[in-house]
């Protein structure tokens, strides 16, 4: 059965694109067949990084104009992984975008259909992982995409802001919803004084990832996939691990 | 007390509350789905409506809406309840308009509502 991962975070500015994008590729180098989509429908990341001749794009998954087959690419050969790498992208035209935002609480309800009917078919394609990179905070898109979703990554910095909002939408959201949620720790400094935690929350915290510039400034490369002894990379390899200890 | 008069009590207090729960079904209903007014809130179900139901009927919900049209004891299969139980929350979900019902065969079937 495939294996949904929603990455989300209560805040923007967390690293949810540059983890969800580092964890498919590990996840694909290491042979498992992955499917990563881009549900930040308002404010579109993948296709700058992956710049696909899309015909089709997730928006029109969601809205039932296509099923998911059309909208998703082979991305394979080019990152020569071992398993599939397949990516789905949203539309990052400002009139598609425009669109969205007019959509009503109906739209959304099918979109939710649509997602899970998405996951079904990719299960069907064997596909083992699913990835949505969602937009911060509780949007529709991104809760959908929980909803839709096995398990939640919650990537998280040290703000004070971020810590009360991820409290609120664990208690709001990913409780009522009944899912099972990790912490990453993103962008930590090490200069300040903070412990480190097996579980906030009542979750357990599985990565504490240093603040690296570099990171920052190859945002246009999957490191996981082009320098597997980073430090982020090998973050990313523990977080994969952590994950499927807590799938068993 | 005797224990006659006691149930007989208890029975007209469970038929109070129930009569107070329909009024308060229906009153929503009108609050919520009256289509002769403006910016009138959808009938389907969306996630921010299911995050607002009661713990025992978003689990019916959600079920639901992952599995796609099922019968009562099928969604009972999965959240592992009685299959009565289950029935009553569809029934409750149909009531307040978030899930239809359909007869195929002898079979009842229960989907999440659309428009």
């Known amino acids: ?248 | 007390m005797p224990e006659d008069e006691l149930l007989e009590e208890i029975l007209a207090e469970l038929q109070e509350i129930n009569s107070k729960l329909d009024r308060l079904l229906t009153g929503k209903k009108e609050m919520v789905f009256d289509p002769s007014k403006k910016g009138n809130i959808a009938d389907s179900l969306d996630i921010i409506t299911l995050l607002s139901l009661p713990d025992h009927l978003r689990t019916t919900a959600t079920t639901l809406l992952e599995i796609g049209p099922a019968t009562a004891e099928e969604v009972a299969e999965l959240t592992s309840k009685e299959r009565a139980v289950e029935s009553s929350y569809l029934n409750q979900l149909v009531r307040m308009e978030h899930v239809n019902k359909y007869r195929e065969g002898r079979k009842v079937y229960f989907q999440i509502n659309e428009r």
């Not at chain 1, 990341?45 to 099923?67: H, T």
């Not at chain 1, 949505?132 to 990537?155: C, H, K, Q, R």
């Not at chain 1, 939408?169 to 993103?186: A, F, M, S, W």
């Not at chain 1, 430090?231 to 994969?240: E, H, P, T």
Request: aromatic share 6%.
């Open chain 1, 1 to 248: 059965m495939t294996f949904a991962l929603a990455v989300h975070s209560s805040k923007g500015g967390t690293g949810k694109t540059c983890i969800a994008v580092n964890l498919a590729g590990a996840y694909a180098l290491e042979g498992k067949n992955v499917c990563l989509l881009d549900i930040d429908i308002r404010g579109p990341s993948l296709f700058s990084i992956f710049k696909p001749e899309a015909l089709f794009w997730v928006n029109d998954m969601l809205s039932g104009k296509r099923g998911i087959k059309d909208t998703i690419h082979d991305v394979s050969e080019e990152f020569g992984t071992k398993g599939k790498f397949f990516i789905g992208c949203s539309n990052p035209d400002i009139s598609e975008i425009r669109e969205i935002v007019r959509k009503d609480r109906n739209w959304q309800s099918s979109a939710l259909k649509n997602l899970i009917s998405a996951k079904k078919e990719l299960d069907k394609k064997n596909i083992d992982i699913l990835i949505f990179d969602t937009s911060p905070g509780v949007e529709y898109e991104s809760i959908n995409a929980v909803a839709a979703s096995d398990m939640v990554l919650i990537v998280h910095n040290s703000s004070i802001a971020c810590n009360s909002c991820t409290e609120q939408i664990i208690g709001g959201i990913y409780t009522p919803l009944k899912k099972h949620c990790v912490i990453i720790d993103n962008m930590c400094h090490d200069n300040t004084l903070q412990p480190s935690e097996e579980k906030r929350f009542g979750i357990d915290v599985i990565a504490r990832i240093p603040c690296m510039c570099d990171v920052a400034t190859r945002n246009d490369e999957i490191l996981t996939l082009t320098e597997r002894d980073h430090i982020f990379s090998q973050n990313i390899y523990s977080i994969k691990d952590r994950i499927e200890r807590h799938r068993l």
